[in-house]
């Protein structure tokens, strides 16, 4: 059964790193005392080390332990024994490049399939996707493949933005790249918004937080779904 938070970010404006989900997460790993943390996503280039700090200082408050998967000899052994798992944010590409360079994709999706609750932030929400390929991140390293762990049956796109009123800016819109994408692929893409996230039970998925998120299907009329709802039926 699939034990999932997958959440837009890992910190909204104003608070501190987790700190806005820190009350679910108290419950959701009331369970696990050590959390394996998956740094690979390395925000700013920072050291491995240094983001599994980061993330065990945020756990410390609610009293769990945090160890980073790079600190262990065997990264699918760590995962098979992981009581919680982590995934933070930074570069997709970089995830899921090391994902595959050190052969342990397949382990942490069939880990996570057997049970073992998992929070994904950013990066680490869009590899719980069909692929990876709704990132907003630049392309600095080029993964073996774009395909992720398909837990969710449609693509996520973190950090998802709405035009600004009035504004002056001439680019592409969130929505327009997301159109884009669908002109060669038919898998549907929510743009989960800042302090929003998912919460997944097995099969059943549900929008949680106090913003509604947007659903691309292709050749669809994109949709407002709100808070509370169960995502389903889509492609």
């Known amino acids: 059964m699939k034990n999932l938070l997958i959440a837009s970010t890992s910190t909204v404006h104003g608070s501190g790193y987790l700190a806005y989900l820190l009350p679910t997460l108290k419950a959701f790993f009331s369970q696990s005392e050590t959390i394996l943390f998956i740094p690979y996503a390395r925000p700013g280039g920072i050291s491995y080390n240094k ?20 600190q262990f000899s065997n990264p699918k052994e760590a995962i098979k024994n992981a009581q919680g798992i982590f995934t933070g944010g930074g570069n997709t590409f970089e995830l899921v490049n090391q994902l595959y ?32 390929m709704n990132t907003n991140d630049m392309p600095i390293v080029y993964p073996p493949s774009f395909n992720t762990m398909s837990l969710i049956p449609f693509n996520i796109n973190a950090h998802y933005l709405d035009p600004i009123e009035g504004s002056t800016h001439m680019g592409e819109t969130r929505e327009t790249r997301i159109k884009e994408y669908h002109v060669f692929n038919e898998t549907s893409v929510l743009g989960l918004r800042e302090g929003s996230w998912l919460e997944v039970k097995n099969e059943k998925i549900t929008l949680r937080g106090n913003l509604t998120a947007r659903l691309f299907q292709q050749n669809e009329n994109p949709i407002e ?11």
Request: with cysteine; glycine share 10%; net charge positive.
């Open 225 to 235: 779904l709100e808070s509370g709802v169960e995502v389903k039926n889509m492609k």
């Open 101 to 132: 360079k050190n052969n342990v994709l397949l382990t942490l999706k069939q880990t996570l399939e057997n049970g073992t609750p998992y929070l994904g932030t950013s990066a680490g929400s869009n590899i719980c996707g069909v692929t990876m």
């Open 51 to 70: 983001y599994t700090e980061i993330a065990a200082k945020a756990f410390a408050k609610i009293d769990k332990k945090v160890v980073g998967i790079h």
